[in-house]
């Protein structure tokens, strides 16, 4: 790719001086992330503190302009990108609401602007930023990678759609962004007035990803913060409503990155998928307790890749150990969604761009994820009679 381009914008930038700093802003740290795209296309993160925001905009003005007078460079996109200030309390950040692009105007997509802090300590549900016109906003999280989290979510997400509801899905798994792949979708969102993002269409759903945003195979290195400003902006900026329910695809684990996603997004409710074995069960329990800890409700448990039927003899082989999904659900008291099976299909059509609840929809194959879909209805519905935790007086 265009690695080269990329060199000479940090040597153009090594000649700019950071005044805060007193030395370039290379050298200073000052340039936490740097792209080029195909289209020639430069994104620069340009790090800076939530009360230094405003005072860093000349700077990033001045990095902006300089990347794009480097040959190679159709347009450039500077961003600031910015970490809680030593000491403050998640209320007390300075912000127009989480991921607030402190006023400045530029390219929204890919514009990854980390106003807002990490998080608050565990335990607390911090003022989330609201998404207006989504009804309700339900994760898709694993303990582990590779466990089907994604083809899940994809799968899911048109089940409930089947089902007559207004889906769409946000792909926050920054580590290997695959929704766009899943759902055969390429090129940037659209954003006909250059603030409001509109999200792809993939088989009638709303799609949005950082994967649509950064080439598959850009190394781009996300620190917590830039992630969650990321997030906060497609959350607010991108065009959802109307819709009755956000899939979100989290990054699997069950890390610092996980944790803060799951603060800081007003979930509905979250499903846990894992593999039978016993492993990924002690990987899926850290998942539940990181939800827990932040008060999410667990709107149930999914087992993937339950089984393999052989496509000659029909033979069912339960080759990771079938059932310990469930099993673990029964044992804490959590619904059980349903398991899948390993099907070669599934893999195939999805890694195609054509998710099999889209393409066959009355399938024996997508017949799982019709009934995992009800069972998160049922699901989402029990947990909103539950009482609410916080009532508002005005
Ligand atoms: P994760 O999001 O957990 O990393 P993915 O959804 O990307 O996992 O799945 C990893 C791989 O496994 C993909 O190639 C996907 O097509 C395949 N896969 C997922 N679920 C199934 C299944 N039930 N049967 C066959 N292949 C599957």
Request: with cysteine; aromatic share 2%; charged share 20%.
């Amino acid at each position: 790719m265009s690695r080269t381009v990329r060199d000479q914008i940090l040597s153009r930038l090594a000649g700019i001086r950071d005044p805060e700093r007193g030395r370039d802003v290379v050298a200073s740290g000052r340039i936490s992330g740097l792209t080029v795209d195909e289209a020639g296309i430069a994104r620069i993160m340009v790090e800076t503190t939530p009360d230094r925001a405003a005072a860093t905009e000349p700077l990033r003005r001045e990095i902006e302009k300089a990347a794009a007078g480097v040959t190679g460079v159709t347009r450039a996109a500077a961003v600031l990108t910015a970490e809680r200030a030593p000491g403050r309390g998640p209320g007390q950040a300075p912000r127009g609401g989480a991921g607030h692009s402190h006023g400045h105007s530029h390219a929204p997509a890919g514009s990854a602007t980390a106003g807002s802090p990490t998080g608050p300590a565990a335990g607390q549900r911090p003022s989330a930023p609201v998404v207006p016109g989504v009804t309700a906003i339900i994760a898709v999280a694993s303990g582990k990678g590779g466990v089907g989290k994604s083809t899940l979510a994809v799968n899911l997400a048109l089940a409930l759609q089947a089902r007559g509801l207004k889906t769409g899905i946000l792909d926050a798994d920054v580590y290997g962004p695959s929704i766009p792949r899943m759902l055969g979708l390429q090129g940037r969102p659209d954003s006909p007035d250059g603030k409001r993002i509109t999200p792809k269409i993939g088989w009638g759903l709303k799609a949005m990803s950082i994967g649509l945003m950064v080439e598959e195979d850009t190394p781009l290195i996300w620190r917590g913060p830039m992630i969650q400003g990321a997030l906060d902006q497609f959350l607010r900026e991108t065009d959802w409503a109307p819709l009755d329910v956000l899939v979100l695809d989290m990054p699997p684990g069950t890390g610092d990155v996980q944790l803060s996603i799951a603060q800081r997004v007003p979930l509905a409710g979250a499903v846990i998928v894992s593999t039978p074995q016993d492993i990924a069960l002690l990987d899926a329990r850290k998942g539940l307790a990181m939800f827990r800890k932040v008060e999410v409700p667990i709107l149930g448990l999914v087992e993937n890749m339950s089984w393999f039927t052989c496509p000659h003899c029909g033979g069912r082989s339960d080759i990771f150990g079938h059932g310990g999904a469930r099993d673990e659900a029964l044992k804490l008291g959590l619904p059980f969604l349903g398991a899948v099976p390993l099907d070669l299909d599934v893999r195939i059509m999805s890694d195609e761009g054509r998710p099999v609840v889209a393409v066959a929809p009355e399938s024996e194959a997508a017949a799982p994820y019709h009934a995992i879909a009800a069972g998160v209805v049922e699901s989402l519905g029990r947990v909103r009679r539950e009482p609410p935790r916080i009532i508002i007086e005005d």
